[in-house]
């Protein structure tokens, strides 16, 4: 016959097993979890990521609702969550789609290198000049609206051609925008960057050339796209698609 002390131990241990049980998940779980953020918080802050693009400033390149892949190994190398270089083996080319933090506020924006350091560049009513010679663009159609204080605004895609590789711009005639400054020469160490939906970017026309050390990476691909005027519908043709 069971002793009274036989008696109370029993239903006792039967309910700590399944606490003992879901302390031992719990602790499985959270080892898992803190082992995922250690590979994966260095692997997007130095070697790739992938970021969202709110904004229409680099239409028709990139649309709003798309999320983009970034090569941070394109440039170099750097120390997992800072800006400093471990090494470099490369720099931004005229015509790279780059993402960086912004000289203005620590933003991060993705826009084209339009000039590297010792460049000279200006712009005239729309067209780029570099180093004392226009960039030859076409006009090739109309472009997707612009919507500026909720009124559409008609625009222009032109066909762009920047260090022997074509791109498309959108230009947007009716609203006012800074398509003319005096030249001036990129500093060394930086690069001076632009959106491809020129009218409607904040770029270094504003906030002046981007220094090396900002620069997160370079965008070779639309991973997703989804339409944020659309309930946010996939637009599958634009899924894995290159960027030029």
Not at 227 to 235: A, E, F, H, S
Request: aromatic letters at 6%.
């Amino acid at each position: 016959m069971p002793t009274t002390t036989d008696a109370h131990a029993r239903p006792e241990a039967s309910t700590s097993k399944p606490k003992r049980t879901l302390a031992r998940l719990a602790r499985e779980w959270m080892m898992s979890l803190a082992f995922a953020l250690v590979i994966l918080i260095p692997i997007r802050s130095s070697i790739a990521d992938w970021n969202d693009v709110p904004s229409g400033s680099m239409r028709p390149t990139i649309l709003e609702g798309e999320r983009i892949l970034v090569n941070k190994l394109a440039f170099g190398l750097r120390i997992p969550l800072t800006h400093t270089w471990v090494a470099r083996w490369g720099s931004p080319k005229r015509g790279d789609i780059i993402t960086f933090a912004s000289p203005k506020d620590g933003e991060r924006l993705v826009k084209r290198v339009i000039g590297l350091a010792g460049d000279r560049i200006a712009m005239r009513d729309n067209t780029l000049w570099i180093n004392g010679v226009p960039v030859a663009r076409a006009d090739i159609g109309e472009g997707q609206p612009n919507v500026v204080r909720n009124v559409h605004l008609g625009t222009r895609i032109h066909d762009e051609k920047l260090a022997g590789r074509a791109h498309a711009i959108t230009l947007t005639p009716r609203i006012d925008s800074q398509r003319t400054f005096e030249e001036i020469t990129v500093p060394a160490g930086e690069c001076f960057v632009m959106g491809d939906n020129r009218d409607v970017s904040g770029d270094s026309r504003y906030f002046g050339c981007v220094p090396m050390e900002r620069i997160y990476g370079r965008a070779g691909a639309i991973a997703v796209s989804l339409d944020p005027q659309n309930w946010y519908m996939p637009r599958w043709g634009r899924w894995m698609m290159g960027l030029k």
